[in-house]
């Protein structure tokens, strides 16, 4: 026997809240309609025992004083919806055991029972039924016919009239609920914007007190973050500006010392510690945000300049077709991404191949990939750290300050794309950059003829 799948709470507060609400107030009305039914029903029966009671009385009188030939042209007239009238013995039953026909019974006996004797018994039938045995004055055999009323019945338009109420107060519901959510989906949706440009759009600080309260404390800390990471990025390039003198005074003092292995070393140490400088600076500004504005560009010229530069300066980089469409981004922050990818494919593997593919989903995607030594499946994502350096992989002669793959990192982040590592099939390292295609819009057409032969 297969087991009945489990309800799934929802995930978002707006379906709890409207869950909870919408089943609350469905489970009240119909509380509400069945307590009304109820009580009309108690009343109704009420009504009906004290009715009967009276008419029946009165229509037995009636017959007994009418000569015996005229009582059958009268029992049409005595009829009622719920009983009528029949000059006979009627049918032999049980004693009635339902509460309604008790009552029922009760009613007539305490009407007519103590003027004519009388029988009361069931008759069988879908619905209760049950019959009266009396004999008139001059011995005529009397039976009255019953078929109790459980209630009055539903008007027509009773159903329908609430499904309207019903659907009324869902529609109040959901939009009390949206009205209440609207803010928490807001503020999600400013921190998700809230990427390394720190421009994410302002919240509206209107609305109720808590909302708004909420929406300028969130302000405040973007406003906080923007100032300490602009503070940040002046120290750094004030550090960078404050060592830059100095190496330079020591290159230019090992330039007079004649050439020997010691100044060789030094002068190699100048030129990391000024490497990692600016690399520093460039982190920073990364995080800070980007100030190039996005631009329509052909990737392929992009890419193909890119190669070009590389294969003059004799290093291993092929570029594998292109997928000719027309791309929105910042060109020169793409551009940064793949050299950096690229710089790294030639230390660990001495050659880079660059691969484009247009997807169905409208996303596009560039990977280099290289035949080296590959990441431990535990540090593909502990590389993008900044200065993160694997011992296996790097040492003097490849050099790298570990900021390489942070920078490409944090750029992603900044065009809305995805920067991801993962090892080859026989060997070596895939680095997949996967970025969105979309129309120009108000973005500067760029010619292609601007990415040849321009340095990196």
């Keep these: 026997m297969t087991p009945l799948p489990m309800l799934h709470w929802p995930r978002t507060l ?61 029992l049409p007239r005595l009829a009622r919806r719920s009983y009528d009238f029949i000059l006979g013995p009627g049918v032999a039953g049980d004693p009635p055991d339902a509460r309604l026909s008790a009552e029922v019974a009760k009613s007539i006996t305490e009407g007519i029972g103590t003027a004519y004797p009388l029988t009361v018994n069931t008759v069988p039938d879908k619905r209760e039924h049950l019959q009266v045995h009396l004999t008139l004055s001059d011995g005529t055999p009397l039976t009255i016919d019953i078929r109790p009323m459980p209630g009055v019945p539903l008007s027509g338009w009773l159903p329908a009239v609430l499904a309207l109420q019903l659907a009324l107060l869902a529609g109040c519901c959901w939009l009390a609920v949206r009205l209440a959510t609207r803010p928490l989906h807001q503020l999600a949706r400013a921190a998700d914007t809230l990427g390394p440009d720190l421009k994410a759009a302002r919240l509206p600080e209107d609305g109720p007190s808590e909302v708004s309260r909420a929406a300028q404390a969130f302000n405040a800390m973007q406003d906080r973050i923007a100032m300490y990471m602009a503070e940040r990025m002046q120290i750094l390039a004030s550090i960078s500006h404050d060592l830059q003198t100095p190496i330079t005074r020591m290159r230019l003092r090992l330039d007079v010392i004649e050439d020997s292995e010691q100044s060789a070393k030094l002068r190699q140490d100048l030129l990391e510690m000024e490497k990692l400088v600016k690399e520093g600076v460039t982190y920073a500004r990364t995080l800070h945000g980007a100030a190039e504005a996005p631009c329509r560009i052909d990737l392929d010229a992009l890419l ?30 793409l551009r940064r991404i793949v050299g950096n990818l690229v710089d790294n494919a030639l230390k660990f593997a001495g050659a880079a191949e660059i691969k484009t593919q247009a997807g169905r989903d409208g996303r596009l995607t560039i990977s280099v990939l290289d035949r080296g ?40 982040l900044a065009m809305d794309a995805a920067l991801s590592l993962s090892n080859r099939s026989g060997g070596g390292l895939e680095a997949t950059l996967t970025l969105k295609t979309g129309s120009a819009g108000e973005a500067r057409e760029v010619s292609p003829s601007l990415f040849v032969n321009k340095e990196r």
Excluded: K
Aim: charged share 20%; net charge negative.
């Design 14 to 74: 707006f379906a709890r809240l409207a869950l909870i609400f919408c089943v609350g107030l469905a489970l009240a009305q119909t509380l509400s309609f069945w307590f009304t039914m109820t009580e009309r029903n108690e009343a109704t029966t009420h009504l009906m025992m004290g009715y009967i009671e009276r008419e029946v009385t009165s229509s037995v009188a009636l017959l007994d004083h009418l000569p015996p030939a005229e009582r059958a042209a009268w």
């Design 373 to 412: 030594p590959g990441i431990p499946a535990e540090s593909l994502e502990a590389v993008f750290e900044p200065f993160c350096r694997l011992e296996t992989s790097r040492n003097r002669h490849t050099g790298g300050t570990g900021l390489g793959l942070a920078i490409a990192r944090q750029l992603a």
């Design 304 to 333: 193909d300049s890119l190669v070009c530069d590389y294969v003059d300066a004799g290093q291993a980089v092929s570029f594998d077709g292109g997928v000719a469409v027309a791309l929105v981004t910042r060109p020169q922050a």
